[in-house]
């Protein structure tokens, strides 16, 4: 079993940085990736990004390129997000996801994708 725990958010004015973190621990953790979505009021997962274990390929949902960016430390296994540049349209509840099953027919901003998630962190960015 799998466990994600996310933290680091908070509300922060436009303009402004958080870094959100994401730690896995249980058994032997060699995900194909790590994706972050966020889930606002009222609206479905959105995918934010995702970085590839193997490699450390990134991926950006186009609302968010070039303000966040997303890297890996593989001892302790854990994942990042900074998130600069904010804007009041980032807030949500953040939750990032592993994706350790072969052979999901899924593209990588599917939450379809990914099994195992964290249990989330609200990022609130006021205007």
């Known amino acids: 079993q799998v466990q994600l725990v996310e933290s680091g958010g908070g509300s922060v004015q436009a303009g402004g940085s958080l870094r959100l973190s994401c730690a896995a621990s249980g058994r032997t953790f060699s995900p194909y990736g790590m994706g972050w979505f966020r889930q606002a009021p009222g609206k479905e997962h959105e995918f934010v990004g995702r970085i590839n274990w193997t490699g450390g390929a990134t991926y950006y949902a186009d609302s968010v390129k070039g303000r966040f960016t997303i890297s890996r430390d593989n001892a302790p296994n854990t994942v990042y ?18 994706d350790t099953r072969p052979a999901v027919y899924r593209g990588i901003s599917s939450p379809e994708r990914y099994d195992y998630w964290g249990q989330g962190t609200q990022v609130t960015v006021s205007s």
């Open 81 to 98: 997000l900074q998130m600069n540049s904010l804007k009041p349209e980032d807030t949500a509840v953040y939750y990032c996801a592993a």
